[in-house]
C-alpha cells in the first residue's frame, strides 16, 4: 500500500490579513427586528384570514327533510395560508436574530 500526503484543503484558502473586521454590533438592528416582528403579526392575521375565507358550507334539503350539509375547500386561499403562516415564522426567527445580534454581539477588541 502506497502511503501519499493528504491534501488538507489549507492552500484553498487565503492567509488572514489584519485588518478592520464587520461589527455585528449594530443597535439599528433592534429596529430592524421590531418591524419583522410587526410584518409577521400582519402576516399571521392574513393567514388566519385566508384559512377561514377558504372553507365554504353548503347546506341541501332534499324532498324527504333530510338536511345534507358539506364542505367546499378553496385550495388557492389554503395555499396562501400555508405561505403565508410560513413568511410570518421565518420573520419571527429573523427579528429573534436581529434582536440577539443588536443587544449580546460585542467585538472582539473588547475580549482580548
Known sequence: MIDLPQPTGAELWPPDEPGPHARLHKPWRGL???????????????AYACWHSSV????????????????????????AAI????????LLVDAVRQL?????????RAEG
Do not use: I, K, P, Q
Open 32 to 46: 430592524v427586528a421590531a418591524v419583522e416582528v410587526v410584518l409577521a403579526v400582519l402576516a399571521g392575521w392574513a
Open 56 to 79: 365554504a358550507t353548503v347546506v341541501t334539503r332534499t324532498d324527504d327533510g333530510a338536511v345534507l350539509e358539506s364542505h367546499r375547500y378553496f385550495g388557492g386561499l389554503l395555499a
Open 83 to 90: 405561505g403565508l403562516g410560513t413568511v410570518a415564522a421565518l
Open 100 to 108: 440577539t445580534l443588536a443587544v449580546r454581539a460585542r467585538s472582539s
